[in-house]
Each structure stands twice: as structure tokens, then as C-alpha cells.
């Protein structure tokens, strides 16, 4: 394992495409896109990893994981009243889908969905304490204290989020929002800003690998048929209008981020997170798609 992953590292270094950066975000516009890494973490929690896997990132869309599992241990199942759970076959960010559709974001992860999963979290808390427990959350899971939010990108995703606020405001025009929308939208920029290495992103996400745990025969962090669930949504909606072509490619449930990290989850195996800053056409990593790819072709991880 420890050989696949630097093979794949290998690799994506002598691929000359890299993608282009999300350059709508000035923060991440400044990020070098040679940079790869990758880090698996096994059940017994175990870390394999190569190239820039202890490099900071914003963890960006990849923030929705684990929102919506907070919001559905909050509220249940009736967050399905507000929020859809098919494929979007639109980008991440259409207004038009949303009008479309009266107001119901089509699934969690686009980020009209991922807004209104926000809002569902905000309804108990103040926008500072919501936040604070996002991130509690976030550093229980990985077991690491110093995971944070980095200031300079949740200022520049404030100052620039303007399609955004569109989503927001015509959310709250349909009555589906239950706070107020510049204190949602507050949340929402600083839960995508959260910075965290591959080695972090990848321990994070150990309990969708585990049926809800924190690895093989650990007490679980949510039940089991909401951890299942969930990764479910991952791999029909983890990577917006380009989800059918990944599924198809790796075949494992995932999630991206604009700002090149995807955290995957290979049931009752392990946990993989990449990252690489350039983007496809679809605002997912290109070459951490050809790392996974790579990885678990290599070993023999598809779920199907």
C-alpha cells in the first residue's frame, strides 16, 4: 500500500495538465497547483501517505460531509423536506436549477443544499457557537485539536461570495430558510474554510469507511444506516455534474472541494483523502481524480 500510494504520487508529477486553480476566490488563486498529496488511513487508524499530505488546504465543499451529518443527527429525517437527494446534472452553484425547482436544492451538496443544511444546524445555535461545533466536530473525528479555520479565505469567500448570496436570498424567498440569511451565509464561508492536511481530512472521515465509527469496532460516532446513507449521496452527488463520470472512473463514494482536496471512503477498508489544486471543467481536482483513480485501481477498491 505504502508503494501504491508513492507510485501514485510518482505520477502525478509528470502529468503536464494540471487543472486550473478556483481562481473566483482570490485566497485560493494564490495556491500552486503542482501540489499533490495523499494519505489513507486504515481501520486499526493507521496513516499512509505521500507527496504534500501534511500541506494546509481549505477543505471547501468537502465541509458538506460533514455538515450533513450533523444536521441530520439535529433534525432527522425532515432535513429531506427542505433538501433534495438526486443528482443536480447542473454546476454546483446554478440558480437556475434552484427556480426550477421551487426552491428545494436538488441535494445537499450543491451549495444551495448545502446552505439550507447550514441554516438546519443554525437553528440551534448562534452563528459562533454553530461554528464552534462544526469544528469540535471536525476535531473529534480526526482526533486532532489543531485543525482550524483560516481567516484570510473566509474573508475572501465573504467578500466575493456574491452567487452565493444569490442562492441564499432566493432560498429565503421561498420560505426555506429559517435564519437570517447574512448570519447562515456567515457559517456556511467559514465551514468551507476550514484548513486541513490529507493526513487530517483522512482520519476525518473514518467513521463513513466504518459504518458511522471511528474504525473497526470503535463506538460509533453516528448509526450505521446514516453513515451509509450518506456515502450514498457521496458518490451519486459528491462531484456535482461530474458524479456519474467518477463513479464510473474510481468507484468509490467521495467528495471534492474547489480547492482541490476529495476526501473518498472505501466501505469497512479505509479512508483516502487527495489533494491537488487545479480543477477540471466540472470545479473538481483533476489530477487527485487521476490519483484515485490510480489507487484504487491499483488496489482493487471499487466498490463495484
Not at 444569490?166 to 437570517?180: E, K, M, P
Not at 467559514?190 to 481530512?201: D, E, G, I, P
Not at 446514516?226 to 455534474?241: F, S, W
Amino acid at each position: 500500500m505504502e508503494l501504491a500510494a508513492a507510485r501514485t504520487i510518482e505520477r502525478a508529477a509528470e502529468l503536464q495538465e494540471r487543472g486550473n486553480v478556483a481562481s473566483y476566490i482570490p485566497e485560493l488563486a494564490k495556491v500552486d497547483p503542482q501540489k499533490a498529496g495523499i494519505a489513507i488511513t486504515l481501520a486499526n487508524g493507521a496513516t499512509i501517505s505521500a507527496g504534500d499530505c501534511d500541506e494546509q488546504s481549505t477543505i471547501q465543499s468537502v465541509s458538506k460531509v460533514f455538515t450533513l451529518a450533523l444536521a441530520l443527527g439535529t433534525v432527522g429525517d425532515r432535513l429531506w423536506n427542505r433538501v433534495g437527494r438526486e443528482p443536480s446534472g447542473s454546476a454546483f452553484d446554478s440558480i437556475l436549477q434552484l427556480e426550477h425547482e421551487n426552491g428545494i436544492p436538488r441535494n445537499p451538496f450543491v451549495n444551495a443544499g448545502a446552505l439550507v443544511v447550514t441554516d438546519s444546524i443554525l437553528s440551534n445555535y448562534q452563528p459562533k457557537e454553530a461554528l464552534a461545533e462544526i469544528l469540535s466536530f471536525v476535531r473529534a473525528l480526526a482526533d486532532d485539536e489543531t485543525i482550524h479555520i483560516d481567516k484570510a479565505v473566509a474573508q475572501s469567500e465573504t467578500e466575493t461570495g456574491h452567487r452565493n448570496r444569490a442562492l441564499a436570498h432566493y432560498l429565503a424567498s421561498y420560505g426555506n430558510f429559517n435564519n437570517q440569511v447574512d448570519h447562515t451565509l456567515g457559517v456556511y464561508f467559514h465551514q468551507c474554510a476550514l484548513s486541513m492536511s490529507c493526513v487530517q481530512l483522512s482520519r476525518a472521515g473514518r467513521f463513513l469507511a466504518f459504518g458511522g465509527a471511528i474504525g473497526a469496532g470503535e463506538a460509533r460516532i453516528v448509526s450505521h444506516r446514516r453513515a451509509k446513507r450518506i456515502a450514498a449521496i457521496m458518490i451519486t452527488c459528491g462531484h456535482y455534474d461530474g458524479s456519474g463520470d467518477f463513479a464510473y472512473r474510481v468507484g468509490v463514494p467521495a467528495k471534492s472541494g474547489v480547492s482541490g482536496m476529495i476526501l473518498a471512503v472505501v466501505p469497512n477498508v479505509a479512508s483516502i483523502a487527495v489533494w491537488s489544486p487545479g480543477l477540471n471543467k466540472n470545479g473538481n481536482s483533476l489530477i487527485g481524480t487521476q490519483m484515485l483513480e490510480q489507487v484504487i485501481r491499483e488496489l482493487d477498491w471499487s466498490i463495484f
